[in-house]
């Protein structure tokens, strides 16, 4: 059956079965010459937009996993993933291979030590962890501190990661920078 006729016709059953109907006759040649309703016109839907600007649009805050990622291709070199930290992506590539072994690890130690012990098992687990990656990090710190000394762009890299992470604890005055 047409679904042009199907509604007017399912309407002239609907009015016939009305309490009314009983006190109006309905004419059938009438109700079957009833003209079909029009069309409704076609609803064009707008083109969807990609999901970036959807999220951009909504609420102006860019999504930290697609920063995270355009910033290890804009970087220049490659970047392990225990690197996630997007100050530390950036600054990565600029750094001395002692420095990028160092940052590396701070970044793992770091995620560990943000990690929750659900369990015993889980425990353990984040008990060695910290041990391998966290034990003795402000020494290391503060030797990358000594060796790099005379370079300053290395020694202010290390002060921004020393300050993200709280790693001052061994190091002395930075004749880099203006003291208090």
Same mark, same amino acid.
């Given at each position: 059956?047409?679904?042009?006729?199907?509604?007017?016709?399912?309407?002239?059953?609907?009015?016939? +079965?009305?309490?009314?109907?009983?006190?109006?006759?309905?004419?059938?040649?009438?109700?079957?010459?009833?003209?079909?309703?029009?069309?409704?016109?076609?609803?064009?839907?707008?083109?969807?937009?990609?999901?970036?600007?959807?999220?951009?649009?909504?609420?102006?805050?860019?999504?930290?996993?697609?920063?995270?990622?355009?910033?290890?291709?804009?970087?220049? +070199?490659? *970047?392990?993933?225990?690197?996630?930290?997007?100050?530390? *992506?950036?600054?990565? +590539?600029?750094?001395?291979? =002692?420095?990028?072994?160092?940052?590396?690890?701070?970044?793992?130690?770091?995620?560990?030590?943000?990690?929750?012990?659900? =369990?015993?098992?889980?425990?353990?687990?984040?008990?060695?962890?910290?041990?391998?990656? +966290?034990?003795?990090?402000?020494?290391?710190?503060?030797?990358?501190?000594?060796?790099?000394?005379?370079?300053?762009?290395?020694?202010?890299?290390?002060?921004? *990661?020393?300050?993200?992470?709280?790693?001052?604890?061994?190091?002395?005055?930075?004749?880099?920078?203006?003291?208090?």
């Amino acid at each position: 059956m047409n679904l042009r006729l199907a509604l007017p016709m399912l309407l002239v059953l609907l009015a016939a +079965c009305s309490p009314r109907a009983a006190e109006q006759q309905v004419d059938p040649a009438a109700a079957a010459a009833v003209a079909p309703a029009p069309e409704p016109a076609a609803v064009t839907q707008p083109a969807a937009a990609p999901e970036d600007t959807v999220t951009a649009a909504a609420d102006d805050t860019p999504d930290p996993f697609e920063e995270l990622q355009r910033a290890r291709a804009e970087a220049g +070199c490659e *970047i392990p993933e225990d690197v996630y930290d997007l100050d530390d *992506i950036r600054l990565y +590539c600029t750094l001395p291979a =002692d420095v990028r072994t160092f940052l590396a690890r701070e970044n793992t130690c770091q995620h560990f030590a943000g990690e929750e012990p659900y =369990d015993d098992a889980r425990r353990a687990e984040l008990e060695q962890a910290s041990a391998e990656y +966290c034990d003795g990090r402000e020494q290391r710190f503060a030797d990358l501190f000594e060796q790099h000394r005379d370079d300053c762009s290395i020694r202010g890299a290390l002060i921004d *990661i020393g300050n993200r992470y709280d790693l001052f604890t061994l190091v002395a005055p930075d004749p880099c920078r203006a003291q208090d």
